[in-house]
């Protein structure tokens, strides 16, 4: 390699500060993937459940298991305790409806904001703007574990592009977000991760994004990344065949049969399995979160009615239903999400049940 003729000019008095990093205020030390799994390691019962629940749900989205993915839990985590007594329950609900649902518990420690606002577990764990990122690593790594813990898969949105490698050993399923979908660098984690990812559609209502998303998921990329040991290096990937569309809706709702027909006859153009997961909440929802309530009940109806193409549901659940805003010095109610609105978990119990009824009568139209 050749060097260019050195100026006279000593280095040492060279400013380049008028051009680097000029909107930079600090850069702070990162802990590495590799540390934090040495810190937090994961038992052989938790690899062996997220092994077990990887496979079983691609097994869904293959067409050789017919029972329903619902991926529920609160719209964001903010706090263990409240995050492990809703696991509990929800456990308790997975294993009497084994048979015809695979809960995977939603555990969400990114939020994509539209303009700001808090960025979630991971980025700010205090909720104060003290963005102690490092601690949010490890309580995030800390609560999948517990959760796992007691029996139950998670899924959790891939937003950031180095915080997989933090987690992602832990996840069974994963998002991709509607405003981060048609985005090249997110397709290319995609197509490297260990774990089965729905793509939700674009925020206007087009799936044809996500459908771009699934393609470019399948197909092996190479693209620079940071490895366990926090060394920056070229990552070279095979493609994820476990890749499927998630409907939420946008300018309206998406999750009828002619909704989920015109989604799959775009997916069947560009030869993909003709397959949806539908997200109750969100525009689904019109953002108002007991129509979750309806909207699963409908969505229900066409399982029943022998629609083998629904494959998955995601609802928006905590402890409490409604939302409330995090202010400074004022204490948070217990069990309510501090993001988008929820419905309580004493709600969501019968939808899960009408949406294991619904999986049964499909089973009997087959």
Request: proline share 4%.
């Amino acid at each position: 390699m050749t060097h260019a003729h050195r100026s006279a000019t000593p280095i040492s008095t060279h400013d380049t500060t008028r051009i680097d990093d000029t909107r930079i205020k600090a850069v702070r030390p990162l802990i590495t993937p590799a540390l934090l799994q040495e810190w937090l390691p994961a038992p052989e019962a938790a690899q062996a459940l997220v092994e077990s629940s990887r496979a079983a749900i691609s097994r869904v989205l293959h067409g050789q298991d017919d029972r329903l993915v619902v991926v529920v839990g609160p719209c964001s985590i903010h706090d263990h305790a409240q995050a492990m007594e809703y696991a509990q329950a929800l456990k308790a609900q997975a294993d009497a409806l084994k048979d015809d649902l695979l809960i995977v518990m939603r555990v969400y420690f990114e939020k994509p904001r539209t303009t700001v606002g808090w960025k979630g577990y991971i980025n700010d764990p205090h909720l104060d703007g003290s963005f102690a990122i490092n601690e949010g690593l490890e309580l995030a790594r800390k609560l999948l574990l517990d959760v796992l813990a007691t029996g139950l898969p998670v899924g959790t949105e891939f937003l950031d592009l180095l915080s997989p490698q933090f987690i992602s050993d832990l996840v069974s399923w994963g998002a991709i977000g509607a405003r981060t979908t048609e985005s090249q660098s997110h397709r290319q984690l995609a197509s490297g991760l260990s774990c089965p990812v729905g793509f939700k559609n674009g925020t206007d209502g087009g799936i044809k994004v996500a459908s771009d998303a699934i393609q470019a998921a399948q197909a092996s990329h190479a693209f620079m990344g940071m490895t366990k040991m926090g060394q920056a290096a070229i990552f070279e990937t095979r493609g994820n065949q476990d890749c499927h569309v998630i409907l939420r809706g946008g300018k309206q709702p998406n999750y009828q049969k002619t909704d989920v027909d015109a989604a799959c006859a775009l997916l069947q153009a560009a030869g993909l399995r003709e397959q949806v997961m539908i997200d109750v909440s969100h525009a689904n929802s019109s953002k108002q979160h007991q129509r979750q309530i309806t909207v699963a009940a409908e969505v229900a109806q066409q399982i029943a009615a022998g629609d083998a193409r629904i494959t998955g549901l995601m609802i928006e659940s905590h402890l409490q239903e409604g939302r409330q805003d995090i202010v400074p010095g004022q204490p948070l109610t217990h069990g309510v999400s501090v993001t988008d609105a929820c419905i309580s978990l004493a709600q969501t119990v019968p939808v899960l049940e009408g949406l294991a009824a619904a999986v049964r009568a499909r089973r009997q139209k087959a």
